[in-house]
């Protein structure tokens, strides 16, 4: 376990336009603000569409990330996520989300968010962290997954 107190810097609210490309938004939020890392507790959403991870396929490795989108339309969501530093590229936002498909009795599917289309409204919290240095480095002996890292 890896564990680090956070020294919270700003906490802004954030409202996403009906249209809005919703990871493209963050980005330029993050950017125009300064905000290089940080957490957020909370968003509330309506996605015209999304790309989480999934797949219905059989797993080569059941143990190996999967990094192949599922596509969903017309959904409500709630989701958190993570701000850091990649090192490389800068600033990674990590989400994972709840999405409810509207037309199918409010079925859920929760994954990691890859991106999405922003329908009527989306209300968010982020949270900027001042110390300690997060960061993101991909750990080369678990599949490259970026991993979170303090200091």
Request: aromatic share 8%.
């Amino acid at each position: 376990m890896k564990r680090s107190e956070l020294k919270s810097g700003r906490t802004f609210a954030v409202a996403f336009e009906h249209g809005d490309d919703f990871m493209a938004s963050l980005a330029r939020f993050c950017q125009d603000s300064g905000v290089r890392q940080g957490y957020i507790p909370m968003f509330l959403a309506g996605f015209a569409d999304a790309d989480i991870v999934g797949t219905c396929e059989k797993l080569a490795d059941p143990e190996a990330p999967v990094w192949s989108a599922v596509h969903v339309a017309n959904v409500e969501a709630l989701g958190c996520g993570t701000i850091a530093r990649d090192g490389a590229d800068g600033t990674l936002a990590h989400i994972h989300t709840s999405v409810g498909l509207k037309e199918h009795s409010a079925t859920a599917h929760t994954s990691h968010l890859l991106a999405a289309k922003v329908q009527f409204l989306t209300e968010m919290i982020i949270v900027e962290v001042d110390s300690p240095e997060m960061t993101r480095p991909p750990a080369h002996d678990l599949y490259d997954v970026p991993l979170l890292t303090f200091g």
